[in-house]
């Protein structure tokens, strides 16, 4: 996949030393479910986002004119039977560049028009309001605080494919 600044390619192993780097900064995992992770658990976490089953996976966030690797985002499925959710982090040198927002709308994006599925849920801290507005000028609709998957209190966030489909169609039509 591709936006106007980043390559999303597939996660690899070769992938797994950068990243795992990622997991283990404190800035970068600040709101980020438990925190900081060995490499251990990260490289854990990686190699069951490489088994996962479409339309699970995870993506390498690339800048598209250096190639630079800048961070992740995946779509993933917690519990069986539960809506897929979106999640990225980026390095902090990538922060505030609206890189995070390109990759949700194209995850986003290859979730509803590849896959056709019906919703895309994601949940941030409660005190993370860079992450809120990502999802918010992405599309999706603030639901509100709830019990986190990590059994904090996060906010909720979601989108249906049918408001999806709503905004793209509005902003062709504004263009």
């Known amino acids: 996949m591709r936006t106007d600044a980043l390559l999303l390619q597939p996660l690899t192993e070769a992938d797994y030393g950068w990243l795992c780097a990622l997991y283990a ?3 970068v ?3 980020i479910g438990t925190g900081v992770r060995t490499y251990e658990v990260a490289s854990g976490v990686l190699d069951k986002m490489m088994a996962a089953l479409p339309p ?3 993506w390498t966030l690339r ?3 250096t190639g630079e690797p800048l961070g992740g985002g995946m779509l993933m499925v917690r519990r069986e039977g539960s809506p897929l959710e979106v999640g990225f982090l980026l390095a902090k040198a990538a922060w505030g560049r609206g890189l995070a ?3 949700t709308k194209a ?7 590849v896959f056709q599925v019906p919703l895309v849920e994601a949940f941030t801290d409660s005190r993370n309001d860079a992450s809120a507005a990502v999802l918010l000028k992405s599309g999706f609709h603030d639901l509100g605080l709830t019990a986190g998957p990590y059994g904090g209190t996060d ?3 979601a989108v249906t494919r049918q408001q999806w489909l709503g905004e793209i169609k509005a902003a062709l039509e504004k263009k």
Request: charged letters at 25%; proline letters at 4%.
């Open 25 to 27: 900064d404190p800035v």
């Open 29 to 31: 995992m600040q709101y």
């Open 56 to 58: 699970a996976g995870y």
């Open 63 to 65: 800048d598209r004119a």
């Open 101 to 103: 927002t390109q990759a």
């Open 107 to 113: 995850l986003v994006g290859h979730a509803f028009e």
């Open 155 to 157: 906010r909720k966030f």
